[in-house]
């Protein structure tokens, strides 16, 4: 089940990546996204759920860890990592709260 939600996420999170017109070929972007998010989901789930981390602060780690993997990987401006990371991570994880919590 791990393995459906880390592509959901991916799914979900590509097109900010798509959106934020970085000047990068779109297979580099979904290269980037994939290898981002297939680092960063795991060991936010494991934080969370095995090791017991405030989900905030976990969130709040994946968007710091996720802005400079991204600025390694598409090199955008710093801003604009910040952005694409606040912006996809933001969505998913409301996301992740509403299916939680009022479904």
């Not at 795991?42 to 905030?56: Q, R």
């Not at 991570?89 to 409301?94: D, I, L, V």
Request: aromatic share 18%; hydrophobic share 60%; net charge neutral.
């Amino acid at each position: 089940m791990a393995f459906v939600w880390l592509g959901l996420t991916i799914l979900l999170e590509l097109p900010f990546y798509v959106l934020a017109r970085v000047e990068t070929p779109f297979w580099r972007l979904g290269l980037a996204c994939l290898f981002i998010n297939g680092l960063t989901h795991p060991l936010a789930t494991w934080a969370f759920l095995d090791c017991g981390f405030n989900w905030y602060w976990v969130e709040f780690a994946v968007v710091t860890t996720e802005m400079f993997l991204l600025r390694a990987t598409i090199s955008p401006r710093w801003v604009q990592s910040f952005k694409i990371s606040l912006l996809a991570n933001g969505f998913t994880a409301g996301l992740a709260w509403v299916i939680n919590n009022l479904l």
